[in-house]
């Protein structure tokens, strides 16, 4: 018994010794000389194994935002193509056109339903390079899928609106190129097709009939098929249907984000995307296999970047550049910058994610100032005193006589989260120069906005709007005039009334 109690307590006494020494040991180094970054890092220790893991969770989160904000502009166009496939059919020889104009029933963000749309999704992957023939007279543009320009169709094109044969090339190719094309090659194997065609002026309306005969002569065939294995063109009428051509809003998002990786050349995805894209696992032929922890995060980060940018959109920037006037409301999408977000010779990626949310396509010619052939967005959020325009209130627009457009104005009123149409019993939340609006004596015009139109406003001159909903209103100018240019002709703020 003795023997034990003694082992017992040497044992102990070992221990203290032992605690003391280490004790002695940390105050020692301590003490020791330490650089300013071991000083904030714990004292040049790990940090406790909780923090690290939630610090280390909160990275993965960012890094998963910043991908967000970085493949918007892509998961946008992707939507757009599943929507309508889905909808319509696929295939290069499948162009759907609505007829009958775009309206609230079709789920996009800010189209325009005062032009004939049509629009495609073609993939040289699977056809090879690919032969467009465009319509003359046209307003469009291919894109990759990250909606950088490949090249401008119409007026600012190289067939300069006479119309021609454009020869699309997988980023890949490099077998001889014929003469006779316009020839380009994409970033992408999938190229996003967005043509505008102009309506007639019908007897006090616009006329459809001219804009849908001119879109239907666009044919698309591979360049190397013989004649009699190219496929009929489609045309199947959008027109009416219910179609959501949206971006996805869950967890789907890296779903579709990683086939595309896999599918597209590593090179398709820029440097910085595919940085971002590596940060949260999606690498071009890997598996993506997140972690519960991770899965979690990826689906907070697609429901909270969204926010993140509606809330930097509604803020607005410090420096002011996005508004077009100095004593006006009115917004400029690209703040400013080129059809590419670049700005200073800089990529303005949140500029471009605010776009994104709420648009799609973008071209030189939505941007340069190319008088009477380009075509300028002004758009507001808000009424003459700041506040934010709410469907509740009855607003009047004031645009003074003769807007600087050689092609034709529209007026369309959107949702602020994602750039659709409100659906009201209104379908079409719009209005154009090809009415016969009412005019003023001194030839300018008033458009109104709100839940119900006042007494004595004609219809065409009203817009219904969404009660207890923010809404946007975009004033778009085609074939736009130096009056834009040179701030001669300003669009008045809206404002509030009690009519």
């Known amino acids: 018994m003795f023997n034990q109690q003694f082992a017992k307590r040497l044992i102990e006494s070992a221990v203290i010794a032992a605690c003391l020494a280490s004790s002695v040991a940390i105050a020692a180094d301590t003490s020791a000389p330490m650089s300013p970054l071991m000083k904030q890092l714990n004292n040049g220790n790990w940090l406790p194994q909780q923090e690290a893991t939630n610090l280390s969770d909160e990275l993965y989160y960012q890094d998963a935002i910043h991908a967000y904000i970085q493949t918007l502009p892509l998961l946008n166009t992707i939507g757009l193509r599943?929507?309508?496939e889905a909808a319509f059919g696929k295939g290069y020889n499948v162009l759907p056109i609505w007829k009958e104009r775009m309206d609230s029933r079709a789920v996009v963000p800010t189209p325009n339903g005062d032009v004939i749309y049509s629009m495609s999704y073609l993939d040289l992957k699977e056809t090879g390079p690919l032969v467009v023939k465009a319509p003359a007279n046209v307003i469009g543009m291919f894109t990759d899928f990250f909606q950088k320009t490949i090249t401008d169709v119409g007026a600012i094109g190289p067939d300069r609106a006479r119309g021609g044969l454009y020869l699309l090339l997988?980023?890949?190719y490099e077998g001889p190129i014929p003469q006779g094309y316009y020839a380009?090659?994409?970033?992408?194997?999938?190229?996003?097709?967005?043509?505008?065609?102009?309506?007639?002026?019908?007897?006090?309306?616009?006329?459809?009939?001219?804009?849908?005969?001119?879109?239907?002569?666009?044919?698309?065939?591979?360049?190397?098929?013989?004649?009699?294995?190219?496929?009929?063109?489609?045309?199947?009428?959008?027109?009416?249907?219910?179609?959501?051509?949206?971006?996805?809003?869950?967890?789907?998002?890296?779903?579709?984000l990683k086939d595309f990786v896999d599918y597209e050349p590593l090179t398709a995805i820029p440097d910085d995307t595919r940085s971002a894209l590596l940060s949260v696992g999606i690498v071009k032929g890997?598996?993506?296999?997140?972690?519960?922890?991770?899965?979690?995060?990826?689906?907070?980060?697609?429901?909270?970047?969204?926010?993140?940018?509606?809330?930097?959109?509604?803020?607005?920037?410090?420096?002011?550049?996005?508004?077009?006037?100095?004593?006006?409301?009115?917004?400029?999408?690209?703040?400013?910058?080129?059809?590419?977000?670049?700005?200073?010779?800089?990529?303005?990626?949140?500029?471009?994610?605010?776009?994104?949310?709420?648009?799609?396509?973008?071209?030189?010619?939505?941007?340069?100032?190319?008088?009477?052939?380009?075509?300028?967005?002004?758009?507001t959020t808000k009424d003459n005193t700041g506040k934010h325009l709410d469907g509740s209130n009855t607003y009047k627009l004031h645009l003074p006589p003769n807007p600087p457009a050689g092609l034709f104005w529209a007026v369309t009123a959107y949702n602020i989260t994602d750039g659709t149409m409100p659906e009201t019993d209104?379908?079409?939340?719009?209005?154009?120069?090809?009415?016969?609006?009412?005019?003023?004596?001194?030839?300018?015009?008033?458009?109104?906005?709100?839940?119900?139109?006042?007494?004595?406003?004609?219809?065409?001159?009203?817009?219904k709007t969404v009660s207890n909903r923010n809404f946007l209103v975009a004033l778009r100018l085609y074939g736009t005039g130096d009056g834009f240019y040179d701030q001669t002709w300003v669009p008045d703020d809206l404002v509030q009334t009690n009519k």
């Open 82 to 84: 599943d929507g309508s």
């Open 170 to 172: 997988p980023p890949d």
């Open 286 to 379: 890997k598996p993506f296999k997140p972690t519960a922890k991770q899965q979690e995060l990826l689906k907070k980060a697609v429901e909270t970047a969204p926010r993140m940018i509606l809330a930097r959109r509604q803020v607005g920037r410090d420096d002011q550049r996005q508004l077009y006037y100095k004593n006006r409301q009115y917004e400029n999408s690209w703040a400013g910058a080129t059809a590419e977000w670049m700005q200073y010779g800089t990529l303005d990626a949140n500029q471009r994610a605010s776009f994104f949310q709420i648009a799609y396509s973008s071209a030189a010619a939505m941007v340069m100032h190319t008088t009477g052939a380009g075509s300028k967005y002004p758009y």
């Open 426 to 463: 209104q379908l079409l939340p719009s209005t154009n120069g090809y009415y016969n609006l009412p005019k003023n004596s001194d030839g300018s015009l008033d458009i109104w906005f709100g839940p119900k139109k006042p007494d004595g406003v004609a219809d065409n001159a009203f817009i």
């Open 184 to 256: 380009f090659k994409s970033s992408t194997y999938n190229v996003f097709l967005f043509f505008r065609t102009i309506m007639g002026k019908g007897d006090g309306k616009p006329d459809p009939t001219p804009a849908v005969k001119n879109a239907e002569t666009t044919r698309i065939y591979p360049l190397w098929d013989v004649e009699k294995e190219v496929k009929p063109m489609q045309f199947p009428d959008a027109s009416g249907k219910r179609v959501n051509m949206m971006y996805p809003t869950d967890s789907s998002y890296w779903k579709k």
